[in-house]
């Protein structure tokens, strides 16, 4: 195999058993990365992003902006069309389990990818962890790695027993680390104790056996969650609906469109509490008088059309 055959097998990996196989070492030979993106091949599979990256290469949208989406406590209702309309259908996903349903779940998402136990590829995986001293991979590998505003989004294939990510005092962990709460598509257990720390929470199931037969394959690196394909540095947005995963390149587009559409809202209410209009009128394309009248009340409010 030569050089630029190994490169493009490095460029395919990721999106297979999202391990990661570095190429170029001072002697031209194979270093192995285990289970995750390089700050650079993140930087390559997130082309669009805007903002400064964190040390792990991920998009880091700017703290200011996540406070923005938590104040206006923007909805995923508000959210997905829009996504949808960007040509981006695939990022939410419903059927959760969630603890704290009356509070936003806000942060960047820290990816890990799990899958079934087998025992030759795990072995190597093991062995490549130790070469690079990372000890053995589990769990609290990646726990260990959360930083101040991440939501940890572990896929867990939708396993529940034997597949309990975190029980109380992790989840405690992460929620002093992080701030913000954790996505698990698989099981938690001890829920009620995690429950009691207001962490949001968006989880499969809960079963009292701990984490087994299930092996780390990726971190921060592209994961489904159900229908949802995530992206390291994506916004987490969760609330009774369900979980939205927002590329970063569009956080503050969505943020206008929402608060022009709220506005819109908040005339077509307007006119009727006036009682002389059928919905008709209103929705779909107002009469040039109305249409006139909605330009005033948007300009009043701030948004210029």
Known sequence: MNTQQKK????????????VLAMGSPAGQATAQVYRLSPV???????????????????R???AILDTI???????????????????PNQFEGNWKVLQPGKRLVGRAFTVQFMPTRADLNEVIQQDAADQGLG??????????????????????????EGTFV?????????????????????????????????????RGTHPESLKNSMITGVNVPIRIG???????????????????????LVEEIIT????????????????????????EIYGRPSPELQKDLEQFMKAHGINQ
């Open 8 to 19: 493009w097998v490095y460029r395919l990996i990721p999106g297979a058993l999202c391990l």
């Open 41 to 59: 091949e993140m930087a390559h599979y997130t082309p669009h992003n805007p903002f400064d990256r964190l040390n792990d290469g991920r998009p």
């Open 61 to 63: 949208v700017p703290d």
């Open 70 to 88: 938590r104040n206006m406590e923007i909805a995923v209702v508000e959210v997905y069309a829009y996504l949808r309309d960007k040509g981006y």
């Open 136 to 161: 053995r991979l589990r769990n609290q590998t990646a726990i260990d790695m959360l930083e101040s505003g991440d939501v940890a989004v572990v896929d867990l294939y939708g396993k529940v027993e």
């Open 167 to 203: 029980g109380d005092k992790l989840a405690y962990y992460i929620q002093q680390t992080t701030g913000t709460g954790i996505v698990i598509d698989g099981g938690l257990f001890f829920v009620e104790a995690i429950e009691k720390t207001g962490m949001p929470a968006y989880y």
């Open 227 to 249: 229908g949802a394909t995530v992206m390291p540095g994506d916004v987490v947005l969760g609330d009774q609906d369900g979980l939205l995963f927002i590329p970063p390149h």
């Open 257 to 280: 469109a929402v608060k022009t559409k709220r506005v819109r809202d908040a005339w077509s209410k307007k006119q009727f509490d006036t009682g002389k209009y059928k919905s008709s």
